[in-house]
């Protein structure tokens, strides 16, 4: 971090008005040689050695400063390792005014504030900080554990700090047989624990037989915010900035402007915002407003009179005060939960069915058949809306709806009003010009690639942008008579790979900035909103988020780039800069199969992509993919990716096989399929998973998890695997008789990815246990299996409050939300599960993500402790359904937690991992 001396001065001068002096804190700042460290002293002694004063200039104007500079020089280089509060290597102006601020007397919640540590800062979380200050600038030390003599009955141990205790009890073979503490609060100093000799399930274990004792102790995991992915749109106020994206199921479909703002809408929206406004610069989100039901979107807006209009796909156009949005849940026009505002009138075509809340997705609304433009050219109010497939465009009262007039056009699509009142429609492959006087369409151009939508620019002599779809996805400038006057964007439009940010993809609307410029968004990774200035340069672009439950995975040994999802089949390759904690688009792919399809809704923590690294080269993994697995291989040169290899384990055994890439196409050939016919099968959809080798691992029906293994390479670096096999011959490990329905099927419900891989080849899973429903579930299940699938422990966890009315895993002691949805991944040899939502979900002492060390001993959540120094406690909410997530190992002794949410995807460092304290000891059942 950089910092100026005129601005290091007022943080100063600001805490000087705080406190002049105070009693020294117990790091060695007192540099002045006096007994306790003053900030007006000791402080600006500091500062001016970090800002890099030396000589007279360092004690210049100080009283009582040693007479000779070199004194203070030396005293402070001795002491800069202790200094270095953020311990990046060097003592700088960063920890010289941490150091100012805590003389000051602030609270230590306000030391790191406004400060952007640099990339090499390794204690940068603010409660960190406090305690390494607190405790005299020395780094916090895990403390110790001591378990004393074997009894019969009891444990008694010694701690040489305050922590939180996990214990349990072993047999002889290493099976973990009773816990007694999970992360439970113990004090320094002398505790015992009470066995009964009873193990978890009740049952009384042999009398006098020694067992063995594991306790571990932690100081809880701690959470920081980083910053989040997928959506760059302004953030507001209240509940409005409690998601950042706009929509999920759909992407960006419609954008309108006023003096006022920006306005934007989308499709398919659950549980965010369908709708908001912004400044023109972005800066601010205004307001956000909320769909009425699940699938209920804005299709097209137009702004008329300070009121917006927006077509929505259940065919209702709604209105109401261009500052006046729906709350959350609440309808516009139509009561809901006895809250509604504006009002709406009936758009379909009469005697055209309506469709069902979970039909919105095939209306012809969402379909995008239907446009609507509204303008006032001098007390004269009209509003239009097309009727593709009716060949129709109608004039509307704009307060009731009514038709007041209509014009014949065949397919009609896009509509916009020019400033003399006439209306230019978007048919066919042309645009023509009608008014209610004059019904006889004009044709101002022809010869068009699929237009879609049209805005007309009426401050700048009716100029008109057309957005082509089809084989062309451009955008065209036309004159009022028309023209070509611009044409922006590749022909074909924006291809896989690199991104260009002005070309596009499957344009929804464009809209005139009425300065020359014009809006677009795309339903297309990344799912944008972007402003473009006449000459077809981008002036700004805003992400408005993802599909539903995305999913980030960091490449392997480099977190500063993570793949994911955007649209329904679509990924983007992102790059990181934790500095400026902030991203930027590298890349983007439509991901297919090998016979050319695109794969559906790849990617929403149920069917996902994670990039593999293997012989120096790069994969991305689909794991889930029901019941079929795929991989692509990237090419990072051209930054291309194609399939390279997939398989498909199905019920149906007369469809079993294993396709790998021969000729480097990334299409199957006949010739490289090996197709394999067995008895029974069954896998279970949700349970395929790759490991670091690209081995696969299926969770068969039939109560086993089996092992597809690479035997080696061909010669374009698709993996070769062994033959599909036997059930028996293929088995890699049994499932614990706890994962067993009476029948000896499997039982496993909910985790959509149960099982994570060690770096020394052991295997942990995570299992929901029995199907209650939606996310409930009888049990649930941690497992540890060594690399020959030898069962090492397992936990069984029993069933505890209500949500959805049904029951779900419970940890004893824990108060857990849901049930486990999946396996994170393995840091610092300990186990990460989530389940329904994965976060903090802001109630007291409910836990919605899970750890567990090799020991099975339970850690805690990784958000046991949020930073909110910085941001509020709402950025710490995950809510991804299908608990989409990855953690990784940091340089710097944390982990980085890629979380998943609605519509996007938050990142946040976890530390804490290096103060784990264990030991272990006997004890004697009574």
Known sequence: MQISLSKYWCAVVFTVAVKAAVAATSCPTAVSGATAATLT???????????????????????????????????????????DVDDDGAFTPTDALILARSMAGMPSTAWTAGISFGAAAKRTDANLIAQYIAAGCVAVSAGTVVIGATVIGQINYTLSKSGRISLAIYDTSGQMVRTLLNAAPRNAGANSETWDGKDDAGAALPAGQTYTVKILMTQGLRAEYLMTLQTTLPTGQGWVDRELALGNHDGPTSVAVDNSGIYLGTGGAENIANAMKMTWDGSKRLWSANQPAVWMGRHAMAVMGGRLYALQQDGWVIHQGV????????????????????????????????????????????????????????????????????????????????????????????????????????????????????????????????????????????????????????VKRFSAVGALLATYGRSGGRLDGVYVDKDFRNITDVTSDQQGGFFVTERSAPRRVARFDRAGNVVKEWYAGSHWSPIATPEPGNPNVVWMQSE???????????????????STYRIRRADGSLIWSLGTGIDVLKPRRVNGKLYLAGDGMNGEFTLW???????????????????????????????????????????????????????????????????NVGGSVIKIKVTGWNAIGAPIYEPIQSTSLMKWVSMPSELLKPNGESNNYGSAHPLAFASNGDVY??????????????????????????????????????????????????????????????????????????????????????????????????????????????????????????????????????????????????????????????????
């Open 41 to 83: 002293v000791d402080g600006v002694l500091l500062a001016r050695y970090a800002l890099g004063m030396r000589g007279s200039a360092l004690t210049a104007g100080i009283r009582n400063s040693p007479s000779l500079p070199t004194t203070v020089e030396s005293s402070i280089a001795a002491a800069k390792t202790a200094l």
């Open 323 to 474: 500052d006046e949005p729906n709350w959350p849940w609440s309808s516009v026009g139509a009561a809901s939960n006895g809250d509604f505002i504006g009002s709406r009138w009936d758009a379909l075509w009469p005697g055209a069915p309506r469709p069902g809340s979970d039909d919105y997705r095939d209306s012809p609304a969402l379909q995008m058949n239907m446009d609507l433009a509204a303008h006032d050219n001098g007390n004269n109010p009209q509003l239009v809306i097309t009727h593709r497939d009716q060949n129709t465009v109608q004039w509307r009262n704009p307060a009731t709806g009514a038709v007041v007039d209509s014009v014949s056009i065949p397919a009609p699509m896009g509509v916009a009003f020019d400033a003399q009142g006439n209306v230019l429609v978007a048919t066919q492959d042309r645009i023509v010009r009608v008014s209610r006087t004059n019904k006889t369409p004009q044709v101002l151009v022809s010869g068009l690639i699929g237009p879609y939508r049209i805005d007309v620019d009426r401050a700048n002599n009716d100029e008109f942008v057309v957005a082509e779809r089809s084989a062309s996805q451009q």
């Open 568 to 586: 329904h089949n679509e990924y983007v390759r992102a790059e990181l800069d934790y500095a400026s904690r902030s991203w930027r688009v590298h």
């Open 633 to 699: 291989s990237v090419d990072e040169a051209q930054w291309s990716v194609r399939p390279i290899a997939a398989a498909a384990f199905q019920a149906d055994t007369s469809n079993l096989w294993l396709w790998a890439d021969s000729d480097g196409d990334g299409f199957a050939q006949p010739n490289e399929y090996r197709r394999f016919s067995e008895n029974f099968y069954g896998y279970n959809a949700l349970g395929l998973r790759s490991d670091a080798g690209l081995n696969y691992y299926a969770h």
């Open 765 to 926: 899973g995570t299992f929901g246990v029995g199907d209650r429903g939606w996310s409930a579930v009888d049990a649930g299940l941690v497992v540890r299996w060594d690399a020959t699938g030898k069962l090492l422990w397992n936990r069984k966890l029993g069933v505890s409050g209500s949500y959805y009315d049904n029951n779900h895993t419970h940890v004893p002691g824990v108060n857990m939300w849901s049930t486990f949805k999946n396996n994170v991944g393995i840091v610092y040899n300990a186990v990460v599960a989530q389940d329904f939502n994965g976060g903090n979900n802001g109630y007291a002492g409910q836990n919605i993500s899970y750890v567990w060390n090799d020991d099975g001993l339970f850690v805690g959540g990784l958000f046991d402790a949020i930073d909110t120094t910085k941001v509020t406690a709402r950025y710490y909410n995950l809510s991804s359904e299908n608990g989409a997530g990855a953690i990784v190992e940091d340089s710097d002794g944390s982990a980085l937690y890629f979380g998943g949410t609605e519509a996007a995807n938050h990142v946040y460092r976890i530390r804490g991992w290096n103060e784990f304290a264990r030991s272990s000891g006997q004890v004697r059942a009574p």
